[in-house]
């Protein structure tokens, strides 16, 4: 079994590299890490979107922003320049500062739709603004308490450490295996591995085991040469496996279904579309309705953070249900590709 | 022209037997028809919170109004609310005193967000007056962004479908076929792009209209997308000349993605002063010309310009890529 297992397993490494993955993983690691090393500034915010115009006597705001470490550049002189300001940039925010620290009115300008309760965050922050200079802030009135110590804030480009492992290192598996699918079912390769000692079982963790292996030396350089080697090696080790394990099950599951790239491609990019979405949460970690979390992607994403970048959170449970899902997707690709692949072959 | 046309009408008749239109047409259509869905959803994104039953019930409306609130029955479970996985805080009361609750993973911006919003609820200040105004109606960045990320994805999906007809070509020996039929290699690339082109831009209009309705001015949509056929061809003729088979043309397609889609989309991250970087890429021009319809804020290169510069810089490959793959094909 095990034999059978290694012979088939160098065949598809050979055909892997024969065809230029090989190359190709090595043109994209070189451009993912010269991204995330050059090209992705350490904080995504450049610079502060705020322009703010303050037409009261005192000028106590314009003092205190500036004072706060605000750019000049965004103190302007009067309400048409912030509106113009607004208008040019669709990332700014006009600030209009009226009255007094006593009485103080603001002209908040912006663009597009904003719903109530993002329009109370506004103002929370603005009044919250204002007891800071007038020194009646009422921060003793109530306490923070956290759970685990802080996390240090972690550097903005390396954030995209983690997205890279999930959509670039991962789907490898998801959408080779059906391609050696495709490749097999035109040359009659399935054909002669029916009548072969080979059983399904082999067929599909041959292919597993490529996609593991090219997925752990792709996953590790990524890493190594980004983030460095401050991290928990084994777990990493083991998310990569289990992650590449998966995603060639559910490649598997699709593929079967079909004959060729041409048929496979658009219904193939667009279930690795549905699966990018959990990078919206990542973004805004606010969103995450339940229909997201059950995206296998997310909470391997959450995992990778965690084993990158430790804030010291518990994720047995979540990698105990990515171990369930992966048994699950291999049961489901076994038994597709027994009763559907292999009796194409016949 | 009769040739251009025949072969037009098998890949045309490949495609209908083998329903590849069919999920060419409905993929993208019900992507974008997903993403019209979700996008209401993200920009509504609000902050949670998780609390305590016993907490006083005006505090608990006071938090309504500025984002979702979960009750729970003890501090134990809203602990726990906490701990899971997604992005929730607690406020609960003990010793008499409010507590903010986090995890511990939240950046600083998060937390200070919270504490701006119990700061402002338990000051009751009243003397700060707010004025919203709003420059225009239209949707958040975000919708614009996904729309033309959208619209760019079906143009790649329309130009690398109808390369893989030229890798199939390649594998069954057809291509040796037309090599020695009258076929000029101008011929032979007009008729891969014109069926593309056809898909592709009705797909892109009609993403754009699932996901923005009639909000943009679609003669300019219609005028980029027709001036982006040369590049909508050049990915299909990419992948038709690089790869032998269908394993080399999923590598092909696994490099031709970041540089088509990826690397435009980043230009909005990198700083302005390093965006020349970019100017030799004719993707980067159609993204910007699409910026100009999506975005209602003006552009530092306008419509017109960018969709020239799209149409010039692709021609330019084109015509460069048309001679290799000439040779490489053996065409005439």
């Known amino acids: 079994m095990l034999k059978g297992l290694m012979n088939l397993f160098k065949k598809d490494m050979i055909i892997a590299l024969r065809n230029s993955l090989f190359w190709v993983l090595i043109v994209t690691l070189i451009l993912m890490i010269g991204m995330v090393r050059f090209l992705i500034p350490d904080e995504i915010q450049l610079t502060d979107n705020r322009l703010i115009f303050d037409n009261s006597q005192d000028k106590a705001l314009e003092k205190a922003l500036l004072y706060g470490g605000l750019s000049e550049e965004n103190i302007l002189q009067s309400e048409e320049e912030v509106i113009e300001g607004v208008r040019e940039n669709s990332q700014s925010i006009g600030i209009i500062y009226e009255g007094s620290l006593e009485s103080p009115r603001f002209t908040v300008v912006h663009h597009g739709k904003i719903n109530p309760q993002q329009k109370k965050l506004i103002d929370a922050s603005l009044k919250g603004l204002m007891s800071a200079l007038t020194g009646t802030n009422t921060e003793e009135a109530y306490q923070l308490e956290f759970i685990r110590p802080q996390a240090p804030p972690i550097s903005k480009k390396l954030t995209t450490i983690p997205t890279l492992l999930v959509f670039e290192v991962l789907i490898l598996g998801f959408m080779y295996i059906a391609l050696f699918m495709f490749q097999e079912k035109e040359e009659g390769s399935i054909r002669a591995y029916r009548i072969s000692p080979g059983n399904t079982s082999q067929y599909i963790l041959s292919k597993t085991l490529v996609f593991t292996v090219v997925g752990l030396v792709y996953g590790f350089s990524l890493v190594l040469l980004t983030v460095g080697t401050d991290f928990n090696f084994l777990y990493l080790a083991l998310t990569i496996v289990l992650g590449s394990a998966l995603y060639t099950f559910l490649g598997g599951i699709v593929g079967v279904f079909f004959n060729n790239i041409s048929e496979w491609f658009a219904i193939g990019v667009s279930l690795l579309v549905i699966n990018m979405i959990p990078i919206i949460s990542s973004l805004y970690p606010a969103f995450s309705p339940k229909f997201v979390t059950y995206i296998p992607s997310y909470s391997i994403l959450l995992i990778f953070n965690e084993i990158l970048f430790p804030t010291g959170k518990q994720l047995f449970s979540t990698t105990l249900a990515i171990v369930a899902l992966t048994i699950v997707a291999y049961i489901a690709c076994h038994l597709l590709v027994e009763n559907k692949l292999m009796k194409e072959g016949r | ?332």
């Open chain 2, 1 to 332: 022209m009769k040739r251009i046309i025949s072969i037009i009408t098998q890949d045309l008749s490949t495609a209908l037997r083998d329903n590849i239109l069919v999920y060419m047409l409905i993929a993208p259509l019900l992507l974008s028809f997903g993403a019209s869905m979700l996008i209401p959803s993200v920009e509504d994104t609000s902050i949670r919170f998780a609390v305590e039953n016993s907490l006083q019930k005006e505090l608990v409306m006071d938090l309504r109004e500025y984002g979702e609130v979960e009750e729970y029955d003890s501090i134990d479970e809203v602990r726990n609310r906490v701990e899971k996985n997604d992005a929730i805080v607690g406020v609960v009361e003990g010793e008499g005193k409010l507590t903010l609750l986090f995890e511990g993973n939240e950046p600083q911006e998060v937390i200070d967000t919270y504490k701006a919003v119990l700061s402002n609820i338990m000051s009751n200040k009243s003397n700060v007056d707010v004025q919203h105004k709003s420059l225009d109606q239209r949707g958040s960045i975000l919708k614009e962004f996904i729309t033309i990320a959208m619209i760019m994805t079906t143009l790649m999906i329309s130009g690398v479908i109808s390369g893989f007809n030229i890798v199939a070509e390649r594998e069954s020996k057809a291509i040796n076929a037309i090599a020695v039929s009258p076929l000029t290699t101008r011929g032979y690339i007009m008729a891969r792009g014109i069926l593309s082109n056809i898909i592709a831009i009705i797909l892109a209009i009609g993403s754009s209209i699932i996901l923005v309705s009639f909000n943009i001015d679609y003669s300019n949509l219609l005028i980029i997308l027709i001036l982006s056929s040369f590049l909508t061809t050049l990915l299909g003729l990419i992948v038709g000349a690089f790869a032998q088979n269908q394993l080399t043309a999923i590598a092909v397609i696994k490099l031709l993605t970041p540089l088509y889609v990826a690397i435009p989309m980043l230009s909005f991250l990198i700083p302005d002063r390093l965006s020349f970087l970019l100017y030799w890429l004719p993707n980067y021009w159609q993204f910007q010309a699409l910026s100009n319809i999506y975005f209602s804020f003006p552009q530092e290169v306008t419509f017109l310009n960018a969709s020239i510069l799209t149409f010039i810089t692709s021609g330019i490959y084109l015509l460069l890529f048309s001679k290799y793959l000439g040779k490489k094909l053996n065409l005439r």
